[in-house]
């Protein structure tokens, strides 16, 4: 693996190492490209391949999902089938293995705990002269998940999703799933029914965004879509923004690890590989201040990926996107990883708390060296679906608030209104507003 | 002005006259087409330039920006002029009449308190054997606002996006305002010093969003634009969405008015019109459960429309966007009103506080007769950039958590860890992801 040393280099060099292509930016694979082509009849791009699906979505309802996983994924949907029946739900249920259930049942009660104690309630403040203002905290009404079963299918996404949109009490959740062979994965289905999911569709790709953003005969439109996918799903929900919101849009999945010469460079080389073992497009970084850990780590990664199941995945993860980067000290290795702004950031150093403050730009942050990611993945109870490629610089974790919305609250009497009249009007015929005027002047309300 | 009984017609019917066209569906002015024509050679739809401006600022920098300012603003941009300098803040202080200016101090001191009274903390809990999880709320770090300066400039619109944002904590605020014959109106420069904004850039339009986005030599790249714009604004902040994050999808403004039979009809007709003037796509809707208020109300908007200053513009909004709906009983009036989601909903009933529960979608909620709009455009605190169009099903009224992220903190202990591991790894493996379950084995965990 890259071993980049800052003072051999410059910190410019470093950060230009650090920075993410935009997820608009990525290249389709080759045979992607192919199938595109023979679909479509055309070399379009992935944003023209996504604009045609949702617009005809939008047009044309149910017909054009059904003649969508007819041409993409070579499924016969209809409008009977469409959604999961209480019998594929039942079926499901007896192929889950107890073991793995009663694990979905503790990381179930472990995010609802943790989002409980996150919710926001309604507050109010007063004025002179018995006004009030506040502000309502107020569930969405409906909203759609989107969860992957492509190469993988994950039910702990499931639950990452749908736990936050019902603690914020979100009436109607919905979830769309792309089926393999027909089949949704069981473990999936039995997470959503666990968490009380009103309806399972078996769509997938930019169709699926589409039809919960703008609502099918069958499909109902909701009012934001939330969850991961691929290249596709992503710029279906860019495409359908603003007719319904969206949590964010991501891409591949990334660690950075922080750490000094204390860290164990076995616990540094396994948590970067558990990273690189979800996708050949994963990154995996060290930013260190310590060269010897440096070499230790490469060597032990080199050692570990030999031996894991899925190698070639996590090998060409490592090869496109691993990399370690010794710092000059702990100030600017916070500054490189403030920089990349990544999705997962673990702090493997002497005093991890210490650091914290520093921290600006990240997903999700875990702390000294018994918080291994896969703990956040599963268990601990703060939602796994986070920014990536850089996009911690703005967007939030998936949480609570991200399913309710904020709605201003004035009560005013005729005494405060009297008292801010003339401010009102000054400004209101400053901005050639003359009716904004004249609707405080007519309730009797002296403006000199 | 058209006036609808629900009952001479059905609940559904009434529901199709509130529901507002999509913000990218309604269709450029002819003029506005010949002018696009001219400059680009060909009847592109407004997505179409948009797609073509964003694109070459994000290649070209500057180069386009300053191309882009000749085209369509014929205004002479050069890297020179493009921020405004402290001689032209200067002239615009000396410029302001100081009752105007005290006007714009106090309503900055009224919109801090009530963002400052607003904002939420970072947060921890604990859990066993000493784990922490925790949330921390972090200001963006630099974050640009587009202010509108074409046929009317709003500094009370600098207001409202820039003091939340510094509430926040942002470190670093730019501002991007079309100039009018290469000026600035006096009070929005006036507003920003106040505030504290550190640069004012004079580009409008979708240059300005993608300059910001992406940034160029002379205009910094943000990590969130907010504020309001026209269409080619709006589409540009959908066209940079992810590339940084944006506050909303925002269309004309709108006000609907639930009022019973107790409401004064001149304060209805009042309210409407101040809607009504702000320009020809605005809306104003009256819902009311009596019949006589709705024919005095039309009566009265009538008589008044008359003699307003902005009269052109007000009659040509009620004309298109006016409309008066009599509802059965008040629980239906509340469901059309939550069904139109507007952005300003007014409350003019004998008990207004008691119909606040029932409010679902809405931007912000004035309640009772002593609230109207205008004291929430100017004074009160709370912003006036809100969501429009229905879009309030989901949006939030701008506020400080607009300029925050949240980011999740895991701080675990080994005995912590030992108590989850056997789920983790249960879960990891029912996912096929080996190298998880791993990164928890070695780190001295007994899983079984």
Known sequence: MRIVAAKDSSAAEVKKLLRKPAFDEIELPDFVRQANSRIFGADLSAAEIVRRIVGDVRKEGDAALIRYAKMIDN???????????QEEFSAAEADGDPRVVAALKKAIDNVRRYHEEQKSQSWWTTRSHGAMLGQMLVPLSRVGLYVPGGTAAYPSSVIMNAVPAKVAGVDEVVMCVPPKNGKINPYVLIAAKLIGIDKVYKIGGAQAVAAMAYGTATVPRVDKIAGPGNIFVTLAKKEVFGAVDIDMLAGPSEILIVADATADSDYVAADMLSQAEHDALAASILITTDAGLAE???????KRVAVLPRREIAAASLERNGMIIIAD?????LEFANYAAPEHMEILTKEPMALLPFVKNAGAVFVGEYSPEPLGDYMAGPSHVLPTGGTARFYSVLNVETFMKRISVISATKDYLQEAAADIVTLAEAEGLGAHAEAIKLRGIKTV
């Open 329 to 333: 000290d702990m100030k600017q290795a």
């Open 296 to 302: 230790q780590v490469a060597v032990e990664v080199e």
């Open 75 to 85: 499924v016969e949907l209809s409008t009977d089938n469409m959604a999961v029946t």
